[in-house]
């Protein structure tokens, strides 16, 4: 398919708009900002028109540097986990509980007695816990379906409701092995005519509401595809597309992610996959990270002596850091105690003790991937403020024994973009 294809993030901030065309090669990027949502304790929420006008507004400032008409398909992800309830116009029934909003602790009770344990509706924020919540406190009304964040922005696009992706709808309870909803929601008192039907991402949807063409400026004859996650759509954007190619994200905490071939499910250590069309993504999260080194230096006496770290110099200092009590992968421990001694007099050189140490604990979290089922590491893609340090870089190819890159490209609205385009996951 020629022509262009747009990929729309809506995200905590704002909505991102990309555009690019059928090589992958960006034509623009576009945004607008979100006013923060409204957070009263453990509920954090967000009136769902907010996000619609700023996918107009962003999508309308793209359309100032790039020619619209020629968009193809559309692709959105949205914030894993944040849900609503519509009637069958698409009219809100409930605000969108936000991603990260907590207030459904006693559904998440009643899940945790009867889901499976791999499952990923597990946890106060899951989607499942929002719907049980939503249903218990009189949302339902002239409800029709429950869906996510990314599910309304393309029904508004499309006027075509009740759809969503494999990514979003596992924190709902789907089954991402047998790509059904399971008969255990039963016992929950779910109504299975509010759930949505489900797709592959990518999958076309519908073609674009031609009033919503005219005002965003796009063709008529464009598709609107099934979306993704927040979280999937930056891995997407890496462009890793392998078995064995794995993102390592290197913020406040160390993520790592991995394409398999098969899914990998452990969930007493927070490992879970999401399925990427006939693969799957396995990952799992780790305390130590950025947060760990920022127990010890500020940001800018580590930019000082990022310059004196010889990464083909091993220290010989065997650290575990970690920025509290605490671990729950590679080592599932809550009470593991973080290991920074002895710590030699030089800064530079603890400085490069800790790197080469979270370094290791990367190196164990793929080994355990690997333990658990995944296939032998083939090259890592860094993403994040840590993959920037060229020497950290450099001691992370050393320990981990593959190709470690930076990844050129992150933005989630670009992985929603190459959905668009390739019609499906990688």
């Known amino acids: 398919m020629g022509g262009l294809f747009l990929g729309i993030d809506v995200g905590t901030g704002g909505v991102r708009a990309c555009a690019i065309d059928a090589e992958a090669g960006i034509r623009g990027f576009a945004s607008a900002a979100l006013p923060a949502p409204r957070v009263d304790g453990d509920a954090v929420d967000q009136t769902p028109e907010l996000w619609w006008t700023a996918t107009v507004a962003a999508v309308r400032k793209l359309g100032e540097t790039v020619d619209l008409r020629e968009i193809a398909r559309v692709a959105v992800d949205g914030t894993s986990?944040?849900?609503?309830?519509?009637?069958?116009?698409?009219?809100?029934?409930?605000?969108?509980?936000?991603?990260?909003?907590?207030?459904?602790?006693?559904?998440?009770?009643?899940?945790?007695?009867?889901?499976?344990?791999?499952?990923?509706?597990?946890?106060?924020?899951?989607?499942?816990?929002?719907?049980?919540?939503?249903?218990?406190?009189?949302?339902?009304?002239?409800?029709?379906?429950?869906?996510?964040?990314?599910?309304?922005?393309?029904?508004?696009?499309?006027?075509?409701?009740?759809?969503?992706?494999?990514?979003?709808?596992?924190?709902?309870?789907?089954?991402?092995?047998?790509?059904?909803?399971?008969?255990?929601?039963?016992?929950l008192g779910v109504r299975y005519d509010l759930l949505p039907q489900v797709l592959v991402p990518g999958t076309p949807i519908a073609d674009i509401d031609p009033g919503i063409a005219r005002t965003l400026g796009l063709p008529p004859s464009a598709q609107v595809a099934a979306g993704t996650t927040d979280g999937v759509a930056a891995f997407v954007a890496t462009r890793a597309d392998q078995p064995g190619d794995a993102v390592t994200s290197l913020g406040t905490t160390l993520v790592v992610k991995q394409l398999a071939?098969?899914?990998?499910?452990?969930?007493?250590?927070?490992?879970?996959?999401?399925?990427?069309?006939?693969?799957?993504?396995?990952?799992?999260?780790?305390?130590?990270?950025?947060?760990?080194?920022?127990?010890?230096?500020?940001?800018?006496?580590?930019?000082?002596?990022?310059?004196?770290?010889?990464?083909?110099?091993?220290?010989?200092?065997?650290?575990?850091?970690?920025?509290?009590?605490?671990?729950?992968?590679?080592?599932?421990?809550?009470?593991?105690?973080?290991?920074?001694?002895?710590?030699?007099?030089?800064?530079?050189?603890?400085?490069?003790?800790?790197?080469?140490?979270?370094?290791?604990?990367?190196?164990?979290?793929?080994?355990?991937?690997?333990?658990?089922?995944?296939?032998?590491?083939?090259?890592v893609i860094g993403i994040g403020g840590g993959a920037r340090n060229d020497a950290w870089t450099k001691i992370r190819h050393r320990v981990l024994g593959v190709p470690v890159s930076i990844a050129e490209q992150t933005e989630a609205s670009y992985g929603a973009a190459l959905l668009a385009m390739n019609g499906g996951p990688p």
């Open 81 to 187: 986990g944040t849900l609503l309830l519509i009637d069958a116009s698409g009219r809100p029934c409930s605000p969108g509980l936000m991603y990260n909003d907590a207030r459904a602790r006693h559904e998440a009770a009643r899940v945790a007695a009867i889901a499976p344990a791999e499952s990923g509706a597990h946890g106060a924020s899951s989607a499942l816990a929002k719907l049980l919540f939503l249903l218990d406190h009189g949302y339902v009304g002239d409800a029709r379906h429950a869906v996510h964040q990314a599910d309304w922005i393309a029904g508004r696009l499309t006027g075509c409701h009740g759809f969503s992706d494999e990514n979003n709808a596992l924190k709902l309870g789907y089954d991402p092995v047998a790509r059904d909803w399971p008969s255990w929601l039963e016992q």
């Open 261 to 379: 071939t098969q899914p990998i499910f452990a969930a007493s250590q927070g490992v879970y996959s999401h399925r990427l069309g006939e693969r799957w993504l396995a990952g799992g999260a780790s305390n130590s990270g950025g947060a760990a080194l920022l127990m010890h230096f500020t940001a800018d006496e580590m930019e000082r002596l990022t310059p004196q770290v010889k990464p083909d110099e091993p220290t010989g200092l065997d650290y575990y850091p970690l920025p509290k009590p605490g671990e729950r992968f590679p080592i599932a421990d809550p009470a593991l105690a973080a290991r920074i001694t002895p710590r030699p007099a030089e800064d530079c050189r603890f400085f490069q003790g800790l790197l080469e140490g979270i370094a290791s604990v990367e190196a164990l979290a793929y080994r355990q991937l690997a333990r658990l089922g995944a296939p032998g590491l083939r090259r």
